[in-house]
């Protein structure tokens, strides 16, 4: 992108291919994910100190082939198949064929994930994770409500959160009440019609994707005393935060950053069959825009993925 602004300023342009330093590896890139973060940053221009200034090549989630390795670098081989989050939030450049990245924010890319899979698991499922598991330490037998479970991070959450034992609750549209089932949610909620504050409660954990005060508020409804609210985007908002302190309930943001070893606790669900990655569709790198239109309508289940 050459300026902040609509689809449109997205454009392909030849650059120098990037060279590795000590401690990283070149992939050959297959696959790029994309993320909310991707279009906000190419609507407002995002943080300078963390993206630098326009002309700026977009994208953090990719999959691909280790094309060069530093001579310092021990996890990775010329020829391996890798997935992962490089430099968040300093710009990852995934947009490309080529990517840099510290061998250390990488994995190994799982037999039971396509290239175009393995891209669309980094940023949402490192997001799922840290939300979950380092912060919630998520458990047999707790009930975990998670919003927007049909879309990027919801659906890897579901996952997660059945894989550790919990019971799952779920928001999302009638029609995707099926693909949540198939995810292993326990109750599906209609968000459109149904008052979900109502309808549940003594709940554990809410993992609140959507973000913002009202829905803060009343997530906090549902929660059981002691109940933990995890807000992706945004951060907690300070009237849910005392709302939540004068209720005896805990909050918590999350902010995503590269972690090997959660990447690998993901691969490692995959290949126990207990993880899968919805792709709702994938374009050519050529139609970024496209793809980023589709993602900012907010309609996509699971991942919009590039393919390079």
């Given at each position: 992108m050459t300026a902040p602004g609509g689809p449109e300023v997205l454009e392909l342009r030849e650059v120098?291919?990037?060279?590795?330093?000590?401690t990283e590896v070149?992939?050959?890139?297959?696959?790029?994910?994309?993320?909310?973060?991707?279009?906000?940053?190419?609507?407002?221009?995002?943080?300078p100190n963390a993206v630098g200034e326009p002309p700026l090549i977009l994208g953090w989630d990719i999959a691909g082939v280790v094309e060069e390795a530093a001579g310092n670098v021990t996890r990775f081989a010329v020829g391996d198949r890798v997935f992962g989050m490089p430099?968040?939030?300093?710009?990852?450049?995934?947009?490309?064929?080529?990517?840099?990245?510290?061998?250390?924010?990488?994995?190994?890319?799982?037999?039971?994930?396509?290239?175009?899979?393995?891209?669309?698991?980094?940023?949402a499922g490192?997001?799922?994770?840290?939300?979950?598991?380092?912060?919630?330490?998520?458990?047999?037998?707790?009930?975990?409500?998670?919003?927007?479970?049909?879309?990027?991070?919801g659906?890897?959450?579901?996952?997660?959160?059945?894989?550790?034992?919990?019971?799952?609750?779920?928001?999302?549209?009638?029609?995707?009440?099926?693909f949540l089932r198939q995810l292993g949610v326990?109750?599906?909620?209609?968000?459109?019609?149904?008052?979900?504050?109502?309808?549940?409660?003594?709940?554990?954990?809410?993992?609140?994707?959507?973000?913002?005060?009202d829905y803060g508020m009343r997530s906090l409804e549902t929660l059981n005393k002691d109940g933990l609210l995890i807000v992706v985007p945004g951060g907690v908002p300070e009237a849910v935060a005392a709302a939540a302190e004068q209720q005896?309930?805990?909050?918590?943001?999350?902010?995503?950053?590269?972690?090997?070893?959660?990447?690998?606790?993901?691969?490692?669900?995959?290949?126990?069959?207990r993880l899968r990655i919805e792709i709702d569709e994938t374009f050519p790198l050529a139609q970024v825009s496209e793809a980023h239109q589709l993602l900012e309508d907010?309609?996509?289940r699971g991942k919009i993925v590039l393919t390079v």
């Open positions: 120098d291919r990037p060279e590795p330093i000590t070149l992939v050959r890139v297959a696959a790029v994910g994309i993320n909310p973060v991707d279009w906000k940053i190419r609507k407002s221009g995002g943080n430099w968040f939030p300093r710009l990852g450049r995934a947009y490309a064929e080529y990517v840099t990245s510290p061998s250390r924010q990488l994995a190994r890319t799982p037999d039971g994930l396509t290239d175009e899979q393995a891209a669309g698991l980094p940023l490192l997001t799922a994770w840290q939300a979950l598991v380092d912060v919630a330490d998520v458990g047999e037998g707790d009930r975990v409500l998670i919003h927007a479970a049909a879309g990027g991070v659906h890897i959450a579901v996952q997660i959160a059945k894989a550790r034992g919990a019971h799952v609750i779920g928001t999302a549209r009638a029609a995707n009440h099926d326990d109750e599906p909620i209609d968000y459109t019609t149904t008052p979900w504050e109502q309808t549940v409660s003594d709940l554990d954990i809410v993992l609140d994707s959507i973000g913002g005060e005896s309930k805990r909050t918590s943001g999350v902010q995503v950053e590269p972690d090997y070893c959660a990447l690998e606790s993901l691969a490692a669900l995959v290949d126990e069959g907010g309609r996509a």
